[in-house]
């Protein structure tokens, strides 16, 4: 009875945008026309109840609702300097080339960041230049942008605030201007009521920076913890910078200790990202990475934004099913995770009866005849309800999966299915016996 609540309850959420992992420190990055999320990944089990972090996850979308899970494009390990410890990062796009900016932690102990490159936006990934980029207490948290001048700055830091300015090649900076430490007064990023470790303004950690329009932007969490978010804005990409306001309250009930801004506009839509806690199981160490659409107001200004269940209701395109569709392509899910095969890369797996995957704005075009999908099952197989609407809504058809011999032991089977038109959120509804069903790789519908 509770897993049908659970069910009722969520069929209309779309935060946290994430349900086969938890995730946190959203990065979201749009390269010709995709919107690439890198985040840090919480492990399901922790140690010493404490961030047990170990790589870094990719997600893309060109709809904001339905989110396809690129799996890990690197760990900590591929720093082979680094010990541990793959916290917030940024990844931007140069001269063909795709770099990301990430914290870790040294084998010899001290804080340091590292920059990993990359020829594709979902890897893989490897170090630059087989060492830190830089390295000192509080180095964490990088955020990069490219001004228009082609001038590409970094800044980082918790509880401070510094910035450099990379030079073209995107793996070191210029030592000239050397390694600058912002001023962290309340007329700049906020008066912190909360008086700790000799900190003055409100910045705590987790900045991300952006320009629109002629004005530059740096959001952050702050306060310290629970942490808001709150924003500052500049002239200049060096400053000085004014305080804004606070843009996110500290999130309550499902809310985490931390929090964490990231921020892409899409077709001329501007949208936040953040991470709760709101997964069954989520707390400060296991974070779910969330959106929300907003709009700036007349003045360049960010508006207070309340955290949603909803989030994006409405999807930027439509999805296109009569071409293959990954099966880890999911708008919302329950009970499902995902894997990575050496052949195959990303499925679906821990298939139960009950669990279902959700793709919303799916285009059903003229009509469709027949449903087709790849799946691997040792021995039990299962079956797949082809449902739109809802997990109890219209049926349109059952595959019922076949065992194929191997978990991995992948094969193409198909169902027929009633024909319907136009756009619709589409349920794949998994049910069988006992234990795990099968895995599942991709999906198409055919007319």
Known sequence: ????????????????????????????????????????????????????????????????????????????????????DAWAGQCIYRNGKFYYYLPVNMKNGGNAIGVAVSDSPTGPFKDAIGKPLLVGYGYIDPTVYIDDDGQAYLYWGNPNLWHVKLNENMVSYDQNYGIVKEDLKDENFGYRSKKI?????????????????????????????????????????????????????????????????????????????????????????????????????????IPLITPTKEGVVKSAANLNPFKRVEAETIAWSEGVKTATDPQTGVYVTQIHTGDYIKVRSVDFGKGVKSFTANVAAASTGGQIEIRI???????????????????????????????????????????????????????????
Not at 259 to 286: M, S, V
Not at 422 to 439: R, T
């Open 1 to 84: 009875m509770l897993g049908l609540f659970m069910s009722v309850a969520f069929v209309y959420s779309q935060n946290p945008i994430i349900q086969t992992h938890y995730t946190a420190d959203p990065a979201p990055m749009v390269h010709n026309g995709t919107v690439y999320l890198y985040t840090s990944h919480d492990e399901d089990v922790t140690v010493k109840n404490f961030f047990t972090m170990n790589d870094w996850r990719c997600y893309s979308s060109t709809d904001m609702v339905n989110w396809t899970d690129h799996g890990a494009v690197l760990s900590y390990k591929t720093f082979e300097w680094s010990r541990g």
């Open 197 to 301: 470790d000799n900190r003055t303004a409100a910045y705590e950690e987790g900045p991300w920076f952006f320009k629109r329009n002629s004005k530059y932007y740096m959001l952050y969490p702050a306060g310290g913890v629970p942490e808001h978010l709150a924003y500052s804005t500049s002239t200049g990409p060096t400053g000085p910078w004014v305080y804004g306001d606070t843009i996110m309250h500290v999130i309550k009930n499902h809310g985490a200790f931390t929090n964490h801004p990231g921020y892409i506009e899409l077709k001329g839509q501007p949208y936040l990202f953040y991470h709760d806690a709101g997964l069954p199981g989520g707390g400060g160490f296991k974070r779910s990475v969330c959106i929300e659409p907003f709009r700036f107001r007349a003045d360049g200004s």
């Open 389 to 447: 609407g809802s997990t109890t809504g219209t049926l349109l058809g059952t595959l019922l999966v076949k065992p194929t011999g191997e978990a991995t032991a992948w094969k193409t089977q198909s169902a027929k299915v009633s024909s319907v038109k136009g756009v619709h959120d589409l349920y794949l509804v998994f049910g069988g016996g006992e234990g795990e069903l099968f895995n599942f790789d991709w999906w198409q519908l055919n007319n």
